[in-house]
């Protein structure tokens, strides 16, 4: 394997990031009193960067009062003769979250970053640094990309246990270190408060850490806010955010269970006392860009967009798609006619056109929701579907008729080197889609892997829909249902494109990061 070493970066994980872990702790779990007395900024919260690209990325903090973001970035460890970055005041508009640009960054190369968080009303008066590195992609084709996926964190009522360690999925993710992290979605279950014990079937008990805003289903502002505070209380999470830059998309949980524009919650259902979800959605949409370093939802973006492309290098693409904004309603879907689908006809053509102009090796399209899987919606009184399919194998109908016509634009403008990759149904899985198996023909053949959860129930893998031809290679999956972390299942997927060949692998791994499959796949090819 050609990717690139890493001079430097194993004496920050075990120096600098740990002693930075040990001082980030919030106020009540661990902090030094002392240090807490002082009436400096804290930045108690860790750091995290977002969409890192060849030259620029953005880096994320939360203050405990009002504060300056100030970012330092060195080539060493060291930071002798380091860059200084004045960030935003953080206040309460925002929650005392900031995100700060860093550009004309060096490709390819490791970067020590250090926040500082300085008073207003005094400069000099500043809080302890907090520290924490990533790579910058790379320009030369011969370092190779390395990067994992997954999603679905603190779902169906399994929290944070400190029994079994946390999140201990993030530790065996940050042993790979790989580039970045694409999470597929569901990064918070707004909709599943999180109590302090939940019975085993084994008659143990499951202990959670508890907040006042994980006590019931968010619905304001500040309760969606504290979802996404909630996680960050694990310390393998706030590490893995040090040390990995993230690639985030949402779903339907960073709002409610299977939502969609335009949605009135039932009457009958008597924990929302909002039900409008569109209201909802657009207070979750703000902590969601207030709690993660996102470039087309920080401050001042002019897209306001979940949906967007991030360049790698010369061998990746990541096409992150939005399958929750602009859908239609949940419904049979067995339309003949759909113009609107699962993604809006803006974000279809913004699609095919990115598609078209890409001239990476490799075009990961990172769903939210899978394509031949069947999803569906128990939320509703009829039989009605979440994802893309429907169940009917003949041809394309409702949803379906939206992928269809990508997947024809695909093979007829010869673009090489798709595959996709998405989490939400709690399993991990390998779909072959072959049009030799499908009703629908008019498309090249493709894979499409599914990973996750992180640290959510685990489900029985879906049912199939031979629309497009899908073929299952691998599965894992529990045979009941909301199996709990501590009974396994729970699952991360990492690709590895060789810079020499070109090759791109896929392992689906569990939770301890063995691999449980691995597919290569060759570089230039349309379908395959």
Not at 173 to 197: E, Q, V
Request: charged share 25%.
């Amino acid at each position: 394997m050609s990717h690139r070493p890493l001079p430097g970066r194993r004496s920050v994980l075990r120096g600098s990031l740990a002693a930075s872990a040990a001082l980030t702790l919030p106020v009540g779990l661990g902090a030094a009193p002392a240090f807490a007395r002082s009436g400096r900024p804290r930045a108690g919260w860790g750091v995290q960067t977002g969409d890192v690209t060849a030259d620029s990325g953005l880096v994320w903090v939360r203050s405990d009062r009002p504060a300056r973001m100030i970012v330092e970035t060195s080539a060493t460890e060291s930071f002798r003769d380091p860059r200084r970055w004045h960030g935003p005041l953080l206040g309460s508009g925002t929650d005392f979250t900031g995100t700060t640009r860093l550009h004309g960054l060096p490709s390819g190369e490791q970067i020590h970053y250090r926040v500082l968080l300085a008073d207003p009303d005094d400069p000099r008066r500043t809080g302890e640094p907090v520290t924490g590195t990533f790579r910058t992609a790379s320009r030369r084709r011969r370092d190779g990309v390395r990067f994992l996926w997954s999603g679905d964190l603190a779902g169906q009522g399994w929290g944070i246990n400190p029994d079994l360690g946390g999140y201990r999925i993030y530790e065996a993710m940050g042993r790979l270190d790989p580039d970045f992290f694409l999470c597929s979605g569901d990064n918070i279950y707004a909709d599943g408060p999180i109590t302090a014990t939940q019975a085993l079937p084994d008659g143990s008990t499951w202990r959670n850490v508890t907040t006042e805003e994980k006590a019931k289903v968010a619905e304001t502002l500040a309760e969606y806010r504290g979802n996404f505070r909630y996680n960050l209380l694990d310390a393998n999470l706030r590490k893995f955010n040090a040390q990995v830059p993230s690639v985030v998309q949402w779903d339907d949980h960073e709002v409610r269970n299977n939502w969609y524009p335009g949605e009135v919650i039932a009457s009958t259902d008597a924990r929302y006392t909002e039900k409008s979800v569109d209201v909802l959605a657009a207070r979750a949409k703000r902590a969601f860009s207030e709690y993660f370093p996102l470039s087309s939802l920080r401050s001042g973006a002019e897209e306001g967009r979940v949906y967007r492309v991030l360049r790698q290098g010369p061998l990746l693409d990541v096409f992150v798609l939005d399958m929750r904004t602009y859908r239609n309603a949940n419904s049979a879907d067995d339309q003949t006619v759909d113009p609107q689908g699962i993604l809006g006809r803006e974000q279809l053509e913004w699609l095919k056109r990115e598609l078209s102009r890409s001239r990476a090796v490799w075009k990961v399209i990172a769903a939210d929701m899978p394509l031949g899987l069947v999803v569906p919606d128990p939320m509703e009184e009829k039989p009605n579907f979440e994802a893309v399919a429907q169940g009917d194998p003949g041809a394309p109908l409702g949803r379906e008729l939206q992928i269809a016509e990508l997947l024809r634009f695909i093979k007829h403008r010869r673009i090489t080197g798709t595959l996709w990759l998405t989490a939400d149904v709690h399993h991990t899985s390998a779909q072959h889609y072959q049009p030799s198996r499908a009703a629908f023909t008019d498309f090249e053949p493709f894979w499409e892997f599914v990973s996750g959860p992180l640290n959510a129930g685990a489900f029985p893998a879906s049912a199939l829909d031979g629309t497009f031809g899908p073929e299952r290679v691998f599965v894992k999956a529990p045979t009941a249902s909301n199996v709990s972390p501590a009974g396994g299942y729970q699952f991360f997927g990492e690709v590895d494109i060789d810079g020499d060949s070109g090759e791109l692998t896929v392992r689906l791994r569990e939770q301890d990061g063995t691999v449980l499959f691995t597919r290569t796949l060759r570089p230039g090819l349309v379908g395959q």
